[in-house]
Nanobody, 122 residues
Framework: QVRLVESGGGSVQSGGSLRLSCAVS????????MGWFRQAPGKEREGVAR??????TFYVDSVKGRFTISRDNANTLFLQMNSLKPEDTAMYYC?????????????????WGQGTQVTVSS
């Protein structure tokens, strides 16, 4: 059974950094598309960063140059977030998608973690 568990969220001031982790169990996650999403109150869930089975990464324009998605050989997915802004405040989720496709459509991801809260104050 696939299980995703996020950690690393917290409260920081604008300009600060956080590193989110997602512990993955139940399958060979490097064979699949993995993504980080976020959802702020009253807003739709949006894709932030993703990494496909080849290790190619993609970012939403609003986080390019500030966020970095990576993974290790111990089934952990990371999201390094630098130069954080108040508009980055949201619940952050990691998700597992398919093998052939990798995009930012939440409906194409079939397993989700419980989320970790990130709050950035000005």
């Amino acid at each position: 059974q696939v299980r995703l568990v996020e950690s690393g969220g917290g409260s920081v001031q604008s300009g600060g950094s956080l590193r989110l982790s997602c512990a993955v169990s139940g399958y060979m996650y490097k064979s699949y598309c993995m993504g980080w999403f976020r959802q702020a109150p009253g807003k739709e869930r949006e894709g932030v960063a993703r990494i496909n089975s080849y290790g190619t990464t993609f970012y939403v324009d609003s986080v390019k140059g500030r966020f970095t998605i990576s993974r290790d050989n111990a089934n952990t997915l990371f999201l390094q977030m630098n130069s954080l802004k108040p508009e980055d405040t949201a619940m952050y989720y990691c998700a597992s998608g398919g093998v052939a496709s990798c995009d930012f459509l939440p409906g194409t991801y079939n397993s989700w973690g419980q989320g970790t809260q990130v709050t950035v104050s000005s």
